[in-house]
């Protein structure tokens, strides 16, 4: 099995983990403050402000939506025993994905990150994706920024200013 093969199946079963231990309980998003409470100890995002909650089926799992814009936030329990590794293993995996046109290590104070940024697309209504996992005191944060390629450079600011807002809070 390649390695990007492994790094599909390790972000599937993670998020299949989040869903089926209802991570975040059977709260909706359009009811929940940004990050849930169990989020919330962990990590800091500020969500632009015209994007807006919005329900999800999936418990486990925040939508925040502006026009065909969409960010998702999900958050789970890191399964490796060692957040260096499980990183390095999806970066160099990711490195070999020819969908990605960029990924990027993230230093933040208390934790790391990874920035996966699919390359355009030529089909102008399909989804294209930015992606952010962060890792800190074996917790892992998930944040999806999505929105069809014909719309997506509009969005980016946007994007942008969430990625930059992300934050490891310090064990207390």
Same mark, same amino acid.
């Given at each position: 099995?390649?390695?990007?093969?492994?790094?599909?199946?390790?972000?599937?079963?993670?998020?299949?983990?989040?869903?089926?231990?209802?991570?975040?309980?059977?709260?909706?998003?359009?009811?929940?403050?940004?990050?849930?409470?169990?989020?919330?100890?962990?990590?800091?995002?500020?969500?632009?402000?015209?994007?807006?909650?919005?329900?999800?089926?999936?418990?486990? &799992?925040?939508?925040? =939506? #502006?026009?065909?814009?969409?960010? *998702?936030?999900?958050?789970?329990?890191? !399964?490796? $025993?060692?957040?260096?590794?499980?990183?390095?293993?999806?970066?160099?995996?990711?490195?070999?994905?020819?969908?990605?046109?960029?990924?990027?290590?993230?230093?933040?104070?208390?934790?790391?990150?990874?920035?996966?940024?699919?390359?355009?697309?030529?089909?102008?209504?399909?989804?294209?994706?930015?992606?952010?996992? &962060?890792?800190?005191? =074996? #917790?892992?944060?998930?944040?999806? *920024?999505?929105?069809?390629?014909?719309? !997506?450079? $509009?969005?980016?600011?946007?994007?942008?200013?969430?990625?930059?807002?992300?934050?490891?809070?310090?064990?207390?």
């Amino acid at each position: 099995m390649s390695s990007y093969h492994v790094a599909k199946c390790v972000g599937i079963a993670f998020l299949l983990l989040v869903v089926a231990t209802g991570a975040w309980g059977q709260e909706t998003a359009a009811t929940a403050p940004p990050l849930p409470e169990e989020a919330a100890r962990f990590f800091d995002l500020k969500i632009p402000q015209d994007f807006k909650p919005e329900a999800v089926d999936e418990p486990g &799992i925040l939508k925040w =939506k #502006k026009e065909d814009g969409e960010i *998702f936030a999900v958050i789970g329990e890191l !399964f490796s $025993s060692s957040a260096e590794g499980f990183l390095n293993v999806l970066h160099k995996a990711a490195e070999k994905d020819k969908s990605l046109i960029e990924v990027k290590s993230m230093r933040l104070r208390g934790g790391r990150a990874l920035l996966f940024k699919e390359k355009p697309r030529d089909e102008p209504n399909r989804l294209r994706n930015w992606r952010v996992l &962060i890792v800190a005191d =074996k #917790k892992v944060l998930s944040v999806d *920024f999505t929105a069809p390629e014909k719309d !997506f450079n $509009s969005f980016v600011p946007a994007f942008e200013q969430t990625i930059k807002s992300l934050k490891v809070k310090p064990r207390s």
